[in-house]
T-cell receptor, first 114, second 113 residues
Framework: GDSVTQMEGPVTLSEEAFLTINCTYTATGYPSLFWYVQYPGEGLQLLLKATKADDKGSNKGFEATYRKETTSFHLEKGSVQVSDSAVYFCALTSGANTGNQFYFGTGTSLTVIP | DAGVTQSPTHLIKTRGQQVTLRCSPISGHKSVSWYQQVLGQGPQFIFQYYEKEERGRGNFPDRFSARQFPNYSSELNVNALLLGDSALYLC????????????FGPGTRLLVL
């Protein structure tokens, strides 16, 4: 079945460091891929998405490229800020055939220190 | 525009009780999905409703049920609560039933004692 495997955390970085959070997936068909962010005590916010191979999603300095050949969707940011501290979830949906069910990874906690 | 809203924000119940959680989707969205997020884990899919019909169901027992109303709002019911049902319950809405971005509400935190 469909699944997402996400880099284990927690991750601690200094401000302005480079961030990579790895995400690989298993899916039937042609899934859409997402990164969501969850701040303490809040729900999930969409960070970025890509709907087909080689698409690059980007938002707020974060980027991720849909790589079909490696079944990956790694999240990157060139210079993290303290305000980026949160839990990041990689997710996929294979669309209508699966009732639009989203499959989430286990989440990666990021802490950025000044 | 208002986002997805959920009520209540927090709830404490005891084992064996029943609970009803409520969700209002973003205006214009006809699809609502429910997820359970246990502490330290990613959300797990429970149900999806589109145009008042169930379109998908995750691997949850029959104690979990849901429905969607003509105004597209939704309720999630859980009967015979167990300690393991303690979690954050998230509602998400999307504009159509399949393959579209889901927008999440702040969740209802349920504690079962």
């Amino acid at each position: 079945g469909d699944s997402v495997t996400q880099m284990e955390g927690p991750v601690t970085l200094s401000e302005e460091a480079f961030l990579t959070i790895n995400c690989t997936y298993t899916a039937t068909g042609y899934p859409s891929l997402f990164w969501y962010v969850q701040y303490p005590g809040e729900g999930l916010q969409l960070l970025l998405k890509a709907t087909k191979a080689d698409d690059k999603g980007s938002n707020k300095g974060f980027e991720a490229t849909y790589r079909k050949e490696t079944t990956s969707f790694h999240l990157e940011k060139g210079s993290v800020q303290v305000s980026d501290s949160a839990v990041y979830f990689c997710a996929l949906t294979s669309g209508a055939n699966t009732g639009n069910q989203f499959y989430f990874g286990t989440g990666t906690s990021l802490t950025v220190i000044p | 525009d208002a986002g997805v809203t959920q009520s209540p924000t927090h709830l404490i119940k005891t084992r064996g009780q029943q609970v009803t959680l409520r969700c209002s989707p973003i205006s214009g969205h006809k699809s609502v999905s429910w997820y359970q997020q246990v502490l330290g884990q990613g959300p797990q899919f429970i149900f999806q409703y589109y145009e008042k019909e169930e379109r998908g169901r995750g691997n949850f027992p029959d104690r979990f049920s849901a429905r969607q109303f003509p105004n597209y709002s939704s309720e999630l019911n859980v009967n015979a609560l167990l300690l393991g049902d303690s979690a954050l319950y998230l509602c998400a809405s999307s504009s159509i039933g399949g393959g579209q971005t889901q927008y999440f509400g702040p969740g209802t935190r349920l504690l079962v004692l």
